[in-house]
C-alpha cells in the first residue's frame, strides 16, 4: 500500500552562509500494508514526524521515492499533493486542529465540501460517521464546548468521511488523559478492524505502540526496527 | 467545491469580523460614490449644454458662406442632395428701415426671402399668413411695442433710469403699440446704401404676419420680412445674402456637411459644435473619473489591510484547509472571493448614496448658485448639475471592483503560500 524506500531529507537552519545542516531522514526503507496499524516511535527530534509530513506531503523529501498504491507522491507539487491527500488520506493531530468557528458537523464535512459533495450527502454521511464515533448528540457543538477526548473523535470522524485509505496520525492522544487515551485508542482499533482501515501512528508513547501490528522505531533520522506484535 | 459553499465560507467569516469588513466597505462606498458623484457633474453640465444646442431651431441648419451669391445651377445641385429640404438665401438689407404707423416710429433691420422657398419651411409665423406680394411683410413678434411715439420715449427714458439705480435694466416693452397691429398698414423708408441717410420715397405695406417669439427672452426681434419682389420695386436697394441649407432630420446634418465640403462650398452647422462639445466632454469625463479613482485607490489601502489581517488570523485554519486537501486555488479564491465581495457591497451602496447625492445636488444647488449670485432670478431652470448614467455606474463598479480584487490578490497569494507544519503550529 505505501512503500517507501531510499527517503532522506535534510534541514538547513541558521543564518544564509552560516547554515547547519541537520539529517532528519536518513535512507529510510519500509513499507505498508492494507488494513495494518503501524506505530512509528521515537524520541523527540528523531524525525518520525518529519516522516509522516513527508508522506502527506506536506514537504518535499530531498530523494527517495514514497508509492501509494503504486503512485509515485514523492514529487508531486502543491496542487497534486493537496488533491492526493484529499482521496487518500485523513488526518488525526495532537492538538485536534479543528476549526474554533464551525461546529461539530461543520469541521467534520469540510473535507467533503473541498471535494465537492452535494449538501444533501453530506448530511447523510456526516450523521453516519458522528454515529460511528458516538458523537450523534454533538453536532450543533463548537470545539470550545467539548472535552478533549470528544475532540479527538471529532478530528478522526473528519478524517474518516471521505472513506480514505490510509490515516496519517500524529500522537493522536498526546494531549489526553489516559482513560480519554485508552477509549480512542479503542477506537482506531474498532475501525481498523471493521473498515479495514490503514493507520501511521506517529507516538512516543510506548503504550499507544502497543496497539499496532508492526512497530517501528526511529533514532536520529534513521529507522530502526520493524517488529511484528500479535495483539 | 461548491461555488455555494465557497459563498457560505466567505460569508461566515465576513460575519466573525463584522465591525471591520462594514468599516472596510463603507470605505469602498465612499471611495466609489465620491467616483460617481464627481463624473456625474461632467455628465450633468454636458447634457445641459448639449440639449441648448440640440434645442435651438437652427439645429438642422447648414449656413453656406462665400463671398459670391449661389447661382440658380447651385442651389439647384444643393436641392438636389439627398436629405436636403430647402435651400432658403435670406437677402439681409444694408442699413436700417424706417416704417411709421400713427404717431409712432420704428428703425428695424429687414430681410429679404423667396416666400416659395420659405414656405416649404415649417411656420415661423405666431400670427397671420407670409406676405403674397410686393405689398405685403410679416413683421417681428416686438414690433408693435417698438413703435414708439414721443410720450412712450420720455416714460422708457424714466423707467430706465430707474432699473438703472437700482442696478437692473428696462427693455422698453410695456410701452409701444399696444393694439392690433395685423392687417395694418405702415409706411415704410429705405436707407441710401451710399449716403446711409433714408430716401425720401415712402412706400406703404400692409403687415399680413407676425414672426415667432424669439428663443431667448433678451432676444428682441422688430424685424421686418418681405418678399424678395421687393427688389423689383427697390432695384437700387443693396442686400448681402446669406443661404441656409434646410436639412430633414439632425441625424443627416454631418453627412450633407460632408458631401456640400466634397463640392468645395464653405458650409458650418451647430451640430458642429456638438462634436467638439462631446470631444471636450469625453476628455473632461476621463480627468474626473481619473481623480475620482484615486479615492478608490485610497479605499483599497482598507481592502489590502482588512484581507492581510484575515490572512494572518486565519494561518492557522488554512493550515488545516491545506492540510486536509484544499488546493492553493481554493484558497487563493477563497480570499480574492472576500475582497470582492467588499468592493461589490461597498459598489452596491455607493451607487445608491450616488443617486440619492445626485437628486439632492440637482434639488438644492440651483437655490445654492443663485443665492451665491445674489440674485433670486436667476434662471437655472433646464441646468442639470449632475446626472448618473448607468454607463457612469458600469464604469466605477468595474473600477472599484477590480481595484478590490487587485487589493485582495496580495494577501489572497500570501494565503497560498502558508505551509501547512508552520501554520499547524500555531496555537488558537
Known amino acids: ?231 | 467545491m461548491l461555488f455555494k459553499d465557497q459563498l457560505s465560507f466567505v460569508f461566515q467569516h465576513m460575519r466573525k469580523n463584522k465591525l471591520r469588513v462594514t468599516m472596510t466597505v463603507l470605505a469602498a462606498m465612499i471611495g466609489c460614490a465620491f467616483l460617481i458623484v464627481l463624473a456625474s457633474v461632467g455628465f450633468g453640465l454636458q447634457a445641459t449644454i448639449k440639449g441648448e444646442i440640440l434645442n435651438q431651431e437652427d439645429i438642422t441648419e447648414i449656413n453656406l458662406w462665400g463671398d459670391e451669391p449661389l447661382t440658380q445651377e447651385e442651389m439647384v445641385d444643393i436641392e438636389e442632395i439627398d436629405h436636403v429640404n430647402v435651400v432658403l438665401t435670406r437677402n439681409e438689407i444694408s442699413g436700417s428701415i424706417r416704417s411709421t404707423f400713427e404717431d409712432r416710429e420704428v428703425e428695424s433691420m429687414g430681410i429679404a426671402v423667396n416666400m416659395e422657398d420659405q414656405a416649404k419651411l415649417p411656420s415661423t409665423l405666431s400670427e397671420g399668413r407670409l406676405p403674397e406680394n410686393a405689398n405685403e411683410i410679416a413683421v417681428g413678434y416686438h414690433f408693435a411695442r417698438a413703435l414708439l411715439n414721443d410720450k412712450d420715449r420720455e416714460i422708457i427714458e424714466q423707467k430706465s433710469k430707474e432699473a438703472e439705480e437700482q442696478g437692473t435694466w428696462y427693455d422698453g416693452l410695456e410701452e409701444g403699440y399696444k393694439g392690433e397691429i395685423l392687417n395694418k398698414q405702415v409706411n415704410v423708408q429705405f436707407m441710401d446704401p451710399e449716403t446711409m441717410e433714408y430716401l425720401e420715397q415712402i412706400s406703404t405695406y400692409t403687415i399680413v404676419g407676425i414672426l415667432d417669439e424669439p428663443d431667448y427672452e433678451f432676444q428682441i426681434d422688430s424685424s421686418i420680412l418681405f418678399s424678395d419682389d421687393l427688389f423689383l420695386a427697390q432695384p437700387n436697394l443693396v442686400s448681402y445674402p446669406a443661404t441656409t441649407i434646410y436639412v430633414d432630420t439632425l441625424d443627416n446634418v454631418l453627412p450633407v456637411l460632408d458631401q456640400l465640403r466634397e463640392s468645395n462650398y464653405q458650409v458650418y452647422s451647430p451640430i458642429e459644435q456638438v462634436k467638439e462639445l462631446d470631444l471636450f466632454f469625453l476628455i473632461f469625463k476621463i480627468g474626473l473619473i481619473f481623480i475620482g479613482t484615486i479615492s478608490i485607490l485610497i479605499a483599497s489601502i482598507g481592502i489590502f489591510n482588512t484581507m492581510t489581517m484575515a490572512v494572518t488570523e486565519r494561518t492557522r485554519e488554512i493550515g488545516v484547509l491545506k492540510a486536509i486537501g484544499a488546493s492553493p486555488n481554493i484558497i487563493q479564491r477563497l480570499f480574492l472571493m472576500e475582497s470582492a465581495f467588499i468592493g461589490l457591497l461597498g459598489t452596491a451602496l455607493a451607487v445608491i448614496v450616488s443617486y440619492g447625492l445626485s437628486y439632492l445636488i440637482n434639488a438644492l444647488l440651483p437655490s445654492i448658485v443663485a443665492f451665491a449670485l445674489s440674485d433670486e432670478n436667476a434662471d437655472m431652470a433646464g441646468i442639470t448639475f449632475s446626472i448618473i448614467p448607468v454607463s457612469l455606474v458600469l464604469i466605477a463598479g468595474g473600477i472599484s471592483i477590480f481595484v478590490a480584487i487587485l487589493s485582495g490578490w496580495r494577501p489572497a497569494r500570501k494565503a497560498t503560500k502558508i505551509e501547512v507544519i508552520q501554520a499547524l503550529r500555531q496555537e488558537l
Open chain 1, 1 to 231: 500500500m505505501i512503500t517507501v524506500q531510499s527517503l532522506s531529507h535534510t534541514f538547513k537552519i541558521g543564518k544564509k552562509g552560516k547554515e547547519k545542516k541537520i539529517e532528519v531522514l536518513k535512507n529510510i526503507d519500509f513499507q505498508i500494508q492494507q488494513g495494518e496499524i503501524i506505530t512509528i516511535v521515537g524520541k523527540s527530534g528523531s524525525g518520525k514526524s518529519t516522516l509522516l509530513q513527508t508522506i502527506a506531503g506536506f514537504m518535499k523529501p530531498d530523494s527517495g521515492s514514497i508509492k501509494v498504491n503504486n503512485t509515485e507522491i514523492a514529487n508531486f507539487n502543491e496542487k497534486q499533493s493537496a488533491a492526493f491527500r484529499l482521496d487518500n488520506f485523513g488526518f488525526i493531530f495532537q492538538n485536534f486542529q479543528l476549526l474554533p468557528n464551525q461546529n461539530v458537523f461543520e469541521n467534520v464535512e469540510l473535507p467533503l465540501k473541498l471535494k465537492g459533495v452535494q449538501a444533501s450527502i453530506r448530511k447523510h454521511n456526516v450523521k453516519i460517521i458522528l454515529e460511528k464515533v458516538g458523537l450523534t448528540d454533538y453536532a450543533d457543538h463548537y470545539p470550545n464546548e467539548l472535552s478533549g477526548g470528544q475532540q479527538q473523535r471529532v478530528s478522526i470522524a473528519r478524517a474518516l468521511i471521505t472513506n480514505p485509505p490510509i490515516i496519517l496520525a500524529d500522537e493522536p492522544t498526546g494531549s489526553l488523559d489516559s482513560q480519554t487515551e485508552k477509549e480512542i485508542l479503542e477506537l482506531i482499533q474498532q475501525l481498523n478492524k471493521i473498515d479495514n482501515i490503514t493507520f501511521m501512528i506517529i507516538t512516543h508513547d510506548e503504550e499507544v505502540a502497543q496497539i499496532a501490528d508492526r512497530k517501528l522505531r526511529m533514532h536520529d533520522g534513521i529507522l530502526l526496527g520493524d517488529v511484528k506484535h500479535v495483539i
